[in-house]
């Protein structure tokens, strides 16, 4: 059975930072792409961040300059690491794994998701 599991969500101040991870367990994801939605009280889920199967990265706008996306194939884990942390960026942050190895901006190219994650950023 696939599970995906984040960590590392919290409350912080604007400006701080945070390293979210995504354990997956049950099979290997190393030929397949994976990502980072999130998803704002009252608004759409949308796309944060990707990883293909051959390490390129994608981002949205607003995390460009402050989000890095990684993996560690062999432990089977992503991670999305967080600076300068906005008040916009509070949401439930999603992992997933895509169906191919590309990456995309769209959820319905992932099949897999974990349960997520809060992030809170206050003032």
């Known amino acids: 059975q696939v599970q995906l599991v984040e960590s590392g969500g919290g409350l912080v101040q604007t400006g701080d930072s945070l390293r979210l991870s995504c354990a997956a367990s049950?099979?290997?994801?190393?030929?397949?792409?994976m990502g980072w939605f999130r998803q704002a009280p009252g608004k759409e889920r949308e796309f944060v961040a990707a990883?293909?199967?051959?390490?390129?990265?994608t981002y949205v706008d607003s995390g460009k300059g402050r989000f890095t996306i990684s993996r560690d194939n062999p432990k089977n884990t992503m991670y999305l690491q967080m600076t300068s942390l906005k008040q916009e960026d509070t949401a439930v942050y999603y992992c997933?794994?895509?169906?191919?190895?590309?990456?995309?901006?769209?959820?319905?190219?992932?099949?897999?998701w974990g349960q997520g994650t809060q992030v809170t950023v206050s003032s």
């Open positions: 990883i293909s199967s051959g390490g390129s990265t």
């Open positions: 997933a794994v895509g169906l191919y190895g590309g990456y995309s901006y769209y959820s319905s190219a992932y099949n897999y």
């Open positions: 049950g099979r290997t994801f190393n030929n397949k792409s």
